[in-house]
């Protein structure tokens, strides 16, 4: 079992900055690709990044060059650089943990709540 927590939401105003945190626990954390999912009001959960265990990234395009994932596999934590902060950014974010990159996630977080307003 992986227990993951994300931290680090809230409201900012739209241009902003925040970053989310995951921290991981239980079983080893550095084999798992690690990924952050967002869901909006009204819309299904949609995949927002990701990183493999070797580091290798992945972004939906709607996020390109302005969200960076991370990880420090000895502090079990992966994160979420966000920048350049819209309103369409709004949502829930989930951190989830995956065996490798096209699998399903085998264990979740409960989610970080992310509001862009003014």
């Known amino acids: 079992q992986v227990q993951l927590v994300e931290s680090g939401g809230g409201l900012v105003q739209p241009g902003g900055s925040l970053r989310l945190s995951c921290a991981a626990s239980g079983r080893s954390f550095s084999p798992y690709t690690m990924k952050w999912y967002r869901q909006a009001p009204g819309k299904q959960r949609e995949k927002v990044a990701g990183i493999t265990s070797r580091g290798t990234t992945n972004y939906v395009d709607s996020v390109k060059g302005r969200f960076t994932i991370s990880r420090d596999n000895a502090k079990n934590t992966v994160y979420l650089q966000m920048n350049s902060l819209n309103p369409e950014d709004t949502g829930v974010y989930y951190c989830?943990?995956?065996?490798?990159?096209?699998?399903?996630?085998?264990?979740w977080g409960q989610g970080t709540q992310v509001i862009v307003s003014s």
């Open positions: 989830a943990a995956a065996v490798n990159w096209g699998a399903a996630p085998a264990y």
